[in-house]
Every structure is written in structure tokens, then in C-alpha cells.
């Protein structure tokens, strides 16, 4: 994509009132710094300067930006998701625009979006044989890899985001009916309860014993800390980027392809185990922390075995 204005000026520019506004009218800080990025790349895009700027933006326009993102075989593009995401955000901000009076017409609008192929539909799972390969991967020897066993028994038993994972401290260890919990801040600054699988909760005592009494002693700190540059742990957590490199590492030495693997792909792994192994999708629905059924719904793989294909039907 072209190279635009210096980011010191398009800063300057989303202190603009109207800008403002809209952001601060999204509550989750998470949505708001998307929605916040995304309108920074459009800005680039289109070199606006001003608001004025907006103006002049044609639906024509939209539609070059939104080829100019397609992936082809000549040039590396984004993917789908990230596509719909970005134009569902800016006909969103257009749209803004128009109930403020500032804009006619919302050009985002009518322009299509690129659908989703089969395979993008929802995040590739890996079979339990690669689980359980995954599980064992890191070195059970030393607080790292003590550190990495916990973090992917946390991944593969309760189906957490990344962010979710990121996010945990010491103080979300607690127990509630009896039983020890971890308690999840979602999307939407929304809280769940997740009861700790017997070998997650194994893994992560294990860990932060070998952390040190300072480590586990202190409830907000957080679970899983960083590695400082002389291989010792700090005093802050993972960013999520350390922990997808994290993921992708141990995912390339059991051998997975990790074209179309990532820290979500364990997510999705343990949604779709729990749903072959004949769980409630509603039970599941509020174990993920998903605002509409569909979206579980998407790891529901039971009817899409391939050794239950017809093709096994056939008879000549």
C-alpha cells in the first residue's frame, strides 16, 4: 500500500473532536484500539490530512481499497476476515459520519465483500494425537519450558483467546464452589468463570513454584511472564505476539504444518474436542465466551467427519 502523510500528522488528526467521539463511544479498549487501527491504515491509504478529506472519498474509491487488500497470486494480501473487519469498521465510521451531518452519503455501503472460502470459515483445530503431541513438547526440565507446558495445557484445556491468556494474574487463580476456577476477561470487558482442567492446575503450580515465592506470592502479577534478554523471567507478562511465536514454535517441532496454525487453532481445538465428546453447544457457547451460538457453532464438526463421508457409502 502507498506511503502517505507522517504518522506525527495523522496522530494530530485523530485528536480531532469527531474522531474522538466515535472511538470513546466503543466501551472494550480491545475493540477500540482495532477500530482505532484500522482507521489509521485507511487514513494512510487515502493520505488524508483533514476530515474535510472524507469528503471527497468516492464508492469507487472503497472498491479500489478493498481490491488493493485481495490477495492474488502476484502479491500478498490480507486475509478475508481482516478484509470484512477493516470495511465493516470504516462504513461504521462513514455511517457516523452521517447522523453527525458531516457527510451525505455513506459510500461503504453496497460496496461487497469478499466471501469466505470453506476452508476460512473458522480456525483449522489439530487432531488429539497432535494435542497431546503439543502438550509434551516443551522441555518439562526447566522454568521455561515448565512456563511453556502451562501455558499450553491453559491454550488446550479451556479454550482461551490470547489475549484472554495474556491477561491472567495471580489473583484469577481462585475457587469458587469448591473447585478452583480461572477467572477470564473477554472480549467486551466481559468476565467468565472457567474451572481449571486437574492438568492445567498440575502445570501451572509447577511452574510457579519454580517461579519463586515473589513470582506467586504476588497476586497481581501476572501468570505467565516474559523472558528478559538474559533468559530470566521479568517482571511483566507475555505480549501476545511472544506467545503466538511461542505456540508456532513447539506446533513446527512436532512437525505441524503452521501455514494455517496459530495460538487460535488450540482454541479451536479444544472447542471442537468438547463438542465430539457430546457436550451441551450451549454449555460450550459460555465456556468460550461467545455472544451468539453461531459463532460455536462453526467448531461443531460432528457432522463433518471424513471417515463418516458418503464416500464410504458407496457399493458397485
Not at 534478554?229 to 517482571?235: A, E, G, L, R, Y
Not at 501455514?259 to 460450550?284: C, M, Q
Request: charged share 30%.
Amino acid at each position: 500500500m502507498p506511503k502517505t502523510a507522517p504518522i506525527t500528522s495523522v496522530l494530530a488528526f485523530l485528536d480531532h473532536e469527531l474522531i474522538k467521539l466515535w472511538l470513546q463511544n466503543t466501551t472494550s479498549s480491545n475493540s477500540r484500539a482495532a477500530k482505532r487501527a484500522d482507521l489509521v491504515e485507511f487514513i494512510f491509504w487515502f493520505k488524508i490530512s483533514s476530515v474535510d478529506d472524507f469528503k471527497s472519498i468516492e464508492r469507487g474509491d472503497i472498491m479500489n481499497w478493498r481490491d488493493a487488500m485481495i490477495k492474488t497470486p502476484e502479491k500478498q494480501g490480507y486475509a478475508t476476515r481482516s478484509i470484512k473487519r477493516k470495511l465493516s469498521t470504516i462504513s461504521k465510521f462513514f455511517e457516523y459520519l452521517c447522523d453527525q451531518g458531516f457527510i451525505q452519503t455513506n459510500v461503504v455501503l453496497g460496496v461487497e465483500r469478499p466471501k469466505l472460502t470453506a476452508n476460512e470459515g473458522a480456525t483449522q483445530s489439530i487432531s488429539d494425537r497432535q494435542a497431546k503431541d503439543l502438550l509434551e513438547a516443551p522441555d518439562p526440565k526447566t522454568i521455561k519450558g515448565k512456563r511453556d507446558r502451562a501455558i499450553l495445557a491453559t491454550f488446550l484445556f479451556h479454550a482461551l483467546r490470547r489475549s484472554e491468556l495474556c491477561n491472567l494474574k495471580i489473583k484469577d487463580i481462585l475457587e469458587r464452589d469448591g473447585i478452583k476456577q480461572l477467572k477470564i476477561h473477554g472480549k467486551g470487558d466481559k468476565e467468565r468463570y472457567v474451572p481449571l482442567h486437574p492438568v492445567a492446575i498440575k502445570r501451572i503450580y509447577e511452574y510457579l513454584e519454580a517461579s519463586g515465592p515473589q513470582h506467586a506470592g504476588n497476586r497481581e502479577s501476572a501468570i505467565f511472564r516474559a523472558l528478559s534478554n538474559n533468559k530470566k523471567f521479568s517482571t511483566t507478562g507475555m505480549s501476545p505476539i511472544a506467545v503466538y511465536e511461542l505456540v508456532i514454535k513447539y506446533g513446527q517441532k512436532i512437525g505441524l504444518d503452521t501455514s494455517r496454525f496459530s495460538p487460535h487453532s488450540l482454541r479451536a481445538t479444544a472447542a471442537t474436542n468438547t463438542l465430539v465428546n457430546g457436550e451441551d453447544i450451549r454449555k460450550v457457547q459460555h465456556w468460550l465466551g461467545h455472544a451468539s451460538i453461531q459463532t460455536t457453532a462453526m467448531y461443531d464438526k460432528r457432522d463433518h467427519k471424513a471417515e463418516d463421508s458418503p464416500t464410504f457409502r458407496v457399493r458397485y
